[in-house]
Protein backbone atom coordinates (compact mmCIF):
# COMPACT_ATOMS: atom_id res chain seq x y z
CA UNK A 1 0.00 0.00 0.00
CA UNK A 2 1.09 3.60 -1.11
CA UNK A 3 0.07 6.82 0.89
CA UNK A 4 1.48 10.06 0.08
CA UNK A 5 1.04 13.16 3.34
CA UNK A 6 1.12 16.07 0.78
CA UNK A 7 1.86 19.37 1.34
CA UNK A 8 2.36 19.60 5.29
CA UNK A 9 2.95 23.28 6.45
CA UNK A 10 5.47 21.55 8.77
CA UNK A 11 7.41 18.01 9.12
CA UNK A 12 9.04 17.27 12.80
CA UNK A 13 11.65 15.06 11.11
CA UNK A 14 13.39 14.70 15.09
CA UNK A 15 16.70 14.61 13.11
CA UNK A 16 19.03 17.33 14.20
CA UNK A 17 16.71 19.18 16.65
CA UNK A 18 13.19 19.35 15.12
CA UNK A 19 14.50 19.31 11.63
CA UNK A 20 11.43 21.39 10.56
CA UNK A 21 10.83 20.86 6.83
CA UNK A 22 8.28 23.38 5.41
CA UNK A 23 5.99 22.63 2.86
CA UNK A 24 7.00 19.03 2.49
CA UNK A 25 5.50 15.85 1.60
CA UNK A 26 5.88 12.06 2.88
CA UNK A 27 5.92 9.10 0.95
CA UNK A 28 4.82 5.87 2.53
CA UNK A 29 5.03 2.56 1.19
CA UNK A 30 4.27 -1.23 2.90
CA UNK A 31 4.24 0.62 6.07
CA UNK A 32 7.58 2.51 6.20
CA UNK A 33 8.59 5.73 5.26
CA UNK A 34 9.59 5.66 1.01
CA UNK A 35 10.53 9.46 0.68
CA UNK A 36 10.48 13.18 2.61
CA UNK A 37 10.46 16.19 1.21
CA UNK A 38 9.08 17.58 -2.47
CA UNK A 39 7.23 14.98 -3.83
CA UNK A 40 5.01 14.19 -6.66
CA UNK A 41 1.74 12.03 -6.63
CA UNK A 42 0.41 9.97 -8.76
CA UNK A 43 -2.90 8.43 -9.62
CA UNK A 44 -2.19 5.00 -8.04
CA UNK A 45 -1.78 7.13 -5.00
CA UNK A 46 -3.84 7.63 -1.51
CA UNK A 47 -2.76 11.03 -0.92
CA UNK A 48 -3.52 13.27 2.58
CA UNK A 49 -3.61 16.71 1.79
CA UNK A 50 -1.78 17.91 4.94
CA UNK A 51 -2.07 21.50 3.54
CA UNK A 52 -2.35 23.75 7.11
CA UNK A 53 -0.78 21.21 8.95
CA UNK A 54 1.81 19.59 11.26
CA UNK A 55 3.45 16.13 10.63
CA UNK A 56 5.21 14.70 13.29
CA UNK A 57 6.24 11.06 14.27
CA UNK A 58 4.11 9.29 15.95
CA UNK A 59 3.79 10.02 20.32
CA UNK A 60 5.62 7.56 22.18
CA UNK A 61 4.23 7.42 26.16
CA UNK A 62 6.84 5.31 27.30
CA UNK A 63 5.26 4.74 30.68
CA UNK A 64 1.94 3.62 31.77
CA UNK A 65 -0.02 1.97 33.94
CA UNK A 66 -2.64 1.11 31.79
CA UNK A 67 -4.33 -2.05 32.79
CA UNK A 68 -6.03 -1.85 36.67
CA UNK A 69 -9.26 -2.78 38.25
CA UNK A 70 -11.78 -0.01 39.64
CA UNK A 71 -10.74 3.89 40.35
CA UNK A 72 -9.62 5.87 42.91
CA UNK A 73 -11.60 9.11 42.59
CA UNK A 74 -12.27 9.41 46.75
CA UNK A 75 -8.22 9.44 47.50
CA UNK A 76 -8.37 12.09 44.46
CA UNK A 77 -11.38 14.55 46.64
CA UNK A 78 -8.43 13.15 49.68
CA UNK A 79 -5.92 15.04 47.98
CA UNK A 80 -7.32 18.08 47.21
CA UNK A 81 -8.66 18.79 50.14
CA UNK A 82 -5.06 18.63 51.45
CA UNK A 83 -4.33 14.73 52.34
CA UNK A 84 -1.00 14.26 51.47
CA UNK A 85 -0.70 11.13 49.07
CA UNK A 86 2.02 9.81 51.93
CA UNK A 87 -0.72 9.46 54.34
CA UNK A 88 -3.18 8.13 51.69
CA UNK A 89 -0.74 5.26 51.35
CA UNK A 90 0.09 4.52 54.62
CA UNK A 91 -3.84 4.14 55.51
CA UNK A 92 -4.11 1.03 53.16
CA UNK A 93 -4.61 3.56 50.03
CA UNK A 94 -2.93 3.89 46.93
CA UNK A 95 -1.64 1.34 45.16
CA UNK A 96 -2.92 -1.32 47.85
CA UNK A 97 -5.93 0.22 46.77
CA UNK A 98 -5.91 -0.40 43.26
CA UNK A 99 -4.09 -3.99 43.87
CA UNK A 100 -7.76 -5.00 45.77
CA UNK A 101 -9.80 -3.92 42.92
CA UNK A 102 -7.69 -5.35 40.54
CA UNK A 103 -7.49 -8.80 42.00
CA UNK A 104 -11.29 -8.79 42.01
CA UNK A 105 -11.47 -7.96 37.89
CA UNK A 106 -11.22 -10.69 35.92
CA UNK A 107 -8.84 -11.04 32.66
CA UNK A 108 -11.72 -9.88 30.34
CA UNK A 109 -12.93 -7.39 32.74
CA UNK A 110 -9.56 -5.78 32.37
CA UNK A 111 -8.96 -6.47 28.57
CA UNK A 112 -12.35 -4.57 27.70
CA UNK A 113 -11.23 -1.99 29.68
CA UNK A 114 -7.54 -1.67 28.79
CA UNK A 115 -8.89 -1.84 25.27
CA UNK A 116 -10.71 1.37 25.57
CA UNK A 117 -7.99 3.15 27.05
CA UNK A 118 -5.98 2.05 24.27
CA UNK A 119 -8.38 3.63 21.43
CA UNK A 120 -8.19 7.07 23.66
CA UNK A 121 -4.33 7.18 23.24
CA UNK A 122 -4.76 6.59 19.27
CA UNK A 123 -7.19 9.70 18.82
CA UNK A 124 -4.43 11.63 20.96
CA UNK A 125 -1.80 10.93 18.30
CA UNK A 126 -0.01 7.88 20.78
CA UNK A 127 1.55 5.13 18.45
CA UNK A 128 3.95 3.11 20.66
CA UNK A 129 2.97 2.68 24.40
CA UNK A 130 4.61 1.02 27.26
CA UNK A 131 1.74 -1.11 29.79
CA UNK A 132 3.51 -1.93 32.84
CA UNK A 133 1.90 -4.96 35.23
CA UNK A 134 2.32 -4.54 39.44
CA UNK A 135 -0.97 -4.14 40.47
CA UNK A 136 -0.79 -8.05 41.34
CA UNK A 137 1.95 -8.55 44.15
CA UNK A 138 1.72 -12.20 43.58
CA UNK A 139 2.80 -14.51 41.21
CA UNK A 140 -0.73 -15.58 39.77
CA UNK A 141 -1.79 -12.00 39.60
CA UNK A 142 1.33 -10.55 38.12
CA UNK A 143 0.84 -13.30 35.58
CA UNK A 144 -3.00 -12.48 34.71
CA UNK A 145 -2.00 -8.71 34.25
CA UNK A 146 0.87 -9.45 31.88
CA UNK A 147 -1.22 -12.00 29.55
CA UNK A 148 -3.98 -9.05 29.35
CA UNK A 149 -0.95 -6.87 28.00
CA UNK A 150 -0.55 -9.84 25.81
CA UNK A 151 -3.89 -9.94 24.28
CA UNK A 152 -3.93 -5.94 23.93
CA UNK A 153 -0.21 -6.62 22.18
CA UNK A 154 -1.88 -9.12 19.93
CA UNK A 155 -5.30 -6.99 18.91
CA UNK A 156 -4.40 -3.65 19.48
CA UNK A 157 -3.55 -1.19 16.74
CA UNK A 158 -1.16 0.18 18.75
CA UNK A 159 2.62 -0.64 19.61
CA UNK A 160 2.70 -2.19 23.22
CA UNK A 161 5.63 -3.19 24.92
CA UNK A 162 5.29 -4.45 28.35
CA UNK A 163 6.56 -4.41 31.59
CA UNK A 164 6.86 -6.61 34.76
CA UNK A 165 6.37 -4.00 37.88
CA UNK A 166 7.77 -4.60 41.08
CA UNK A 167 5.47 -1.92 42.43
CA UNK A 168 5.21 -2.36 46.10
CA UNK A 169 4.91 -4.98 49.24
CA UNK A 170 2.34 -7.04 49.88
CA UNK A 171 0.04 -6.65 52.87
CA UNK A 172 0.80 -9.61 55.18
CA UNK A 173 4.22 -10.34 54.04
CA UNK A 174 7.65 -9.82 55.25
CA UNK A 175 10.11 -7.26 52.91
CA UNK A 176 12.60 -10.15 52.62
CA UNK A 177 9.78 -12.90 51.57
CA UNK A 178 8.35 -10.49 48.84
CA UNK A 179 11.91 -9.85 47.42
CA UNK A 180 12.31 -13.81 47.60
CA UNK A 181 9.34 -14.38 45.89
CA UNK A 182 9.56 -11.88 43.21
CA UNK A 183 13.38 -13.49 42.58
CA UNK A 184 12.75 -17.13 42.55
CA UNK A 185 9.37 -17.09 41.50
CA UNK A 186 7.59 -14.15 39.50
CA UNK A 187 10.62 -13.42 37.55
CA UNK A 188 11.57 -16.86 36.33
CA UNK A 189 8.22 -17.47 35.34
CA UNK A 190 7.50 -14.12 33.42
CA UNK A 191 10.66 -14.99 31.47
CA UNK A 192 9.80 -18.45 30.75
CA UNK A 193 6.48 -17.04 29.41
CA UNK A 194 7.77 -14.24 27.94
CA UNK A 195 5.59 -11.83 28.80
CA UNK A 196 7.65 -9.01 28.78
CA UNK A 197 9.95 -6.97 27.45
CA UNK A 198 11.48 -4.95 30.85
CA UNK A 199 11.77 -5.14 34.34
CA UNK A 200 10.72 -2.30 36.41
CA UNK A 201 11.02 -1.39 40.10
CA UNK A 202 9.83 1.61 41.98
CA UNK A 203 12.89 2.32 44.26
CA UNK A 204 11.80 4.84 46.14
CA UNK A 205 10.93 5.96 50.63
CA UNK A 206 7.42 4.73 49.90
CA UNK A 207 8.56 1.09 48.70
CA UNK A 208 11.87 -0.39 48.23
CA UNK A 209 15.56 0.29 49.14
CA UNK A 210 18.24 1.16 46.67
CA UNK A 211 19.83 -2.25 48.05
CA UNK A 212 16.77 -4.19 47.56
CA UNK A 213 15.98 -2.36 43.89
CA UNK A 214 19.66 -3.54 42.92
CA UNK A 215 19.42 -7.34 44.04
CA UNK A 216 15.90 -7.45 41.73
CA UNK A 217 16.80 -5.77 38.60
CA UNK A 218 20.43 -8.09 38.68
CA UNK A 219 18.08 -10.95 38.89
CA UNK A 220 16.04 -9.77 36.28
CA UNK A 221 19.34 -8.91 33.97
CA UNK A 222 20.22 -12.38 34.42
CA UNK A 223 17.03 -13.50 32.80
CA UNK A 224 17.56 -11.29 29.51
CA UNK A 225 15.00 -8.29 31.22
CA UNK A 226 15.80 -4.69 29.49
CA UNK A 227 15.76 -2.52 32.82
CA UNK A 228 13.65 0.36 34.41
CA UNK A 229 13.33 1.97 37.38
CA UNK A 230 11.24 4.25 39.26
CA UNK A 231 13.60 6.67 41.06
CA UNK A 232 13.38 9.41 42.95
CA UNK A 233 10.12 10.38 43.40
CA UNK A 234 9.51 11.18 46.46
CA UNK A 235 13.09 11.36 48.16
CA UNK A 236 16.78 11.30 46.44
CA UNK A 237 17.68 7.26 47.62
CA UNK A 238 20.12 7.75 44.87
CA UNK A 239 17.68 5.77 42.25
CA UNK A 240 19.10 7.38 39.33
CA UNK A 241 22.84 6.65 40.49
CA UNK A 242 21.60 2.67 40.90
CA UNK A 243 19.99 3.24 36.93
CA UNK A 244 23.31 4.22 35.86
CA UNK A 245 25.11 1.72 37.84
CA UNK A 246 23.12 -0.84 36.29
CA UNK A 247 22.67 0.83 32.90
CA UNK A 248 18.79 1.10 33.13
CA UNK A 249 17.71 1.51 29.64
CA UNK A 250 15.48 4.35 31.77
CA UNK A 251 14.91 5.90 35.08
CA UNK A 252 11.47 7.87 35.46
CA UNK A 253 9.91 10.37 38.07
CA UNK A 254 13.19 12.19 39.15
CA UNK A 255 11.85 14.86 41.34
CA UNK A 256 14.29 14.50 43.66
CA UNK A 257 17.33 13.43 41.94
CA UNK A 258 20.31 15.50 41.75
CA UNK A 259 22.80 17.15 39.64
CA UNK A 260 25.32 14.25 40.14
CA UNK A 261 22.71 11.96 39.07
CA UNK A 262 21.77 13.63 35.56
CA UNK A 263 25.74 13.66 35.17
CA UNK A 264 25.50 9.79 35.99
CA UNK A 265 22.78 8.84 33.74
CA UNK A 266 24.09 10.94 31.03
CA UNK A 267 27.15 8.82 30.89
CA UNK A 268 25.77 5.64 31.16
CA UNK A 269 23.04 6.42 28.62
CA UNK A 270 20.34 5.70 30.98
CA UNK A 271 17.36 7.87 29.33
CA UNK A 272 15.91 10.19 31.72
CA UNK A 273 11.67 10.38 31.74
CA UNK A 274 10.00 13.24 33.34
CA UNK A 275 6.31 12.73 34.67
CA UNK A 276 4.42 16.30 34.41
CA UNK A 277 1.04 14.71 34.53
CA UNK A 278 1.70 13.43 38.19
CA UNK A 279 3.39 16.09 38.84
CA UNK A 280 -0.09 18.24 38.24
CA UNK A 281 -1.93 15.36 39.70
CA UNK A 282 0.08 14.91 43.27
CA UNK A 283 0.48 18.61 42.90
CA UNK A 284 4.03 18.56 43.97
CA UNK A 285 6.16 21.67 44.38
CA UNK A 286 9.61 19.72 43.72
CA UNK A 287 10.18 19.24 40.32
CA UNK A 288 13.24 17.91 38.29
CA UNK A 289 15.78 19.73 37.08
CA UNK A 290 14.97 20.18 33.51
CA UNK A 291 17.45 23.33 33.56
CA UNK A 292 20.01 20.92 33.98
CA UNK A 293 19.12 18.20 31.75
CA UNK A 294 19.38 21.15 28.76
CA UNK A 295 22.65 22.42 30.25
CA UNK A 296 23.95 19.10 30.66
CA UNK A 297 22.96 17.70 27.22
CA UNK A 298 21.31 15.09 28.93
CA UNK A 299 17.45 15.28 26.97
CA UNK A 300 14.74 13.08 28.72
CA UNK A 301 11.65 11.49 27.67
CA UNK A 302 8.12 12.18 28.69
CA UNK A 303 5.62 9.72 28.90
CA UNK A 304 2.01 10.05 30.95
CA UNK A 305 2.55 7.74 34.03
CA UNK A 306 -1.44 7.11 33.20
CA UNK A 307 -2.43 5.07 35.95
CA UNK A 308 -5.89 5.41 38.64
CA UNK A 309 -4.22 6.92 41.62
CA UNK A 310 -1.63 9.77 40.35
CA UNK A 311 -2.06 10.84 36.31
CA UNK A 312 -5.24 9.84 34.80
CA UNK A 313 -4.35 11.99 31.53
CA UNK A 314 -3.72 9.34 28.41
CA UNK A 315 -3.41 12.60 25.87
CA UNK A 316 0.11 13.02 25.09
CA UNK A 317 -0.01 16.21 23.44
CA UNK A 318 -1.27 17.53 26.79
CA UNK A 319 1.67 15.84 28.56
CA UNK A 320 3.77 17.96 26.15
CA UNK A 321 2.08 21.16 27.50
CA UNK A 322 2.28 19.98 30.68
CA UNK A 323 5.83 19.81 30.75
CA UNK A 324 6.21 23.58 29.07
CA UNK A 325 3.68 25.19 31.41
CA UNK A 326 4.77 23.12 34.80
CA UNK A 327 8.29 22.26 34.06
CA UNK A 328 9.37 25.37 32.15
CA UNK A 329 10.30 22.96 29.45
CA UNK A 330 11.40 24.48 25.86
CA UNK A 331 8.77 23.38 23.71
CA UNK A 332 11.24 21.39 20.69
CA UNK A 333 12.67 19.86 24.32
CA UNK A 334 9.33 18.94 25.10
CA UNK A 335 8.34 17.89 21.45
CA UNK A 336 11.81 16.00 21.09
CA UNK A 337 10.97 14.24 24.48
CA UNK A 338 7.51 12.82 23.07
CA UNK A 339 8.64 11.43 20.18
CA UNK A 340 12.39 10.70 19.47
CA UNK A 341 13.12 10.10 23.25
CA UNK A 342 10.05 7.86 24.79
CA UNK A 343 11.94 5.76 21.58
CA UNK A 344 15.02 6.01 22.52
CA UNK A 345 13.54 5.30 26.65
CA UNK A 346 12.05 1.85 25.31
CA UNK A 347 14.89 0.88 22.80
CA UNK A 348 12.83 1.26 19.88
CA UNK A 349 14.96 4.18 18.21
CA UNK A 350 15.82 2.63 15.50
CA UNK A 351 12.82 1.67 14.16
CA UNK A 352 10.62 4.72 15.26
CA UNK A 353 10.84 8.44 16.74
CA UNK A 354 11.91 10.32 14.09
CA UNK A 355 10.41 10.59 10.24
CA UNK A 356 13.35 9.46 8.37
CA UNK A 357 13.66 6.72 5.43
CA UNK A 358 13.24 3.32 6.22
CA UNK A 359 11.44 3.49 9.76
CA UNK A 360 8.18 2.64 10.37
CA UNK A 361 5.53 5.29 8.96
CA UNK A 362 4.16 6.35 12.18
CA UNK A 363 2.81 10.03 12.30
CA UNK A 364 0.02 12.17 13.76
CA UNK A 365 -1.21 14.83 11.92
CA UNK A 366 -2.14 17.72 13.50
CA UNK A 367 -4.76 20.51 12.28
CA UNK A 368 -2.39 23.38 12.99
CA UNK A 369 0.02 25.24 10.77
CA UNK A 370 2.91 25.65 13.04
CA UNK A 371 4.14 23.47 15.58
CA UNK A 372 3.82 25.49 18.64
CA UNK A 373 0.76 25.69 18.66
CA UNK A 374 0.74 21.73 19.72
CA UNK A 375 1.32 22.83 23.71
CA UNK A 376 -0.40 26.14 22.87
CA UNK A 377 -3.76 25.08 22.21
CA UNK A 378 -4.40 22.39 25.49
CA UNK A 379 -7.97 22.77 25.78
CA UNK A 380 -8.54 22.06 22.09
CA UNK A 381 -7.93 18.48 20.32
CA UNK A 382 -5.61 19.35 17.11
CA UNK A 383 -5.30 15.73 16.20
CA UNK A 384 -6.67 15.15 12.79
CA UNK A 385 -5.38 11.46 11.85
CA UNK A 386 -2.98 8.96 13.92
CA UNK A 387 -1.17 6.76 11.55
CA UNK A 388 0.28 3.40 12.11
CA UNK A 389 2.53 1.52 9.75
CA UNK A 390 1.37 3.42 6.96
CA UNK A 391 -2.66 3.15 8.27
CA UNK A 392 -4.96 5.67 9.22
CA UNK A 393 -6.01 4.04 12.75
CA UNK A 394 -7.92 7.64 13.62
CA UNK A 395 -8.84 10.22 11.80
CA UNK A 396 -11.40 13.10 11.30
CA UNK A 397 -11.97 15.42 8.35
CA UNK A 398 -12.94 18.68 10.27
Not at 20 to 49: F, M, P, Q, W, Y
Amino acid sequence: MTMLIRNASEILTMNAGLGVLKNASVLIENGKIKKVGEIKSDKRTNVINAKGCVVCPGMVDSHTHLVYGGSREDEFALRVSGVKYEKITKAGGGIASTVRMTHQATEDILYRSAMKRLKNLAKHGTTTVEIKSGYGLSTVEEMKTLRVIKRLKKDSELDIVPTYLVHNIPDQMRRRDYIDLVIEEIIPKVARAKLAVFCDIFCDKLAFTRRESEKVLSSAKKYGFGLKIHADQFGDIHGAYLAAKLKCVSADHLEYSTTGAVRAMKKAGVIPTLLPGVTLFLQFRKKPLVKTYRKLRCPPALASDYNPGSCMIYSMPKIVSLACIIYGMHVEDALLGATKYGAKALGLFNRIGSITVGKQADFVIFNIDNYKKIPYYFGEDVVRYTIKKGRIIYGKNS
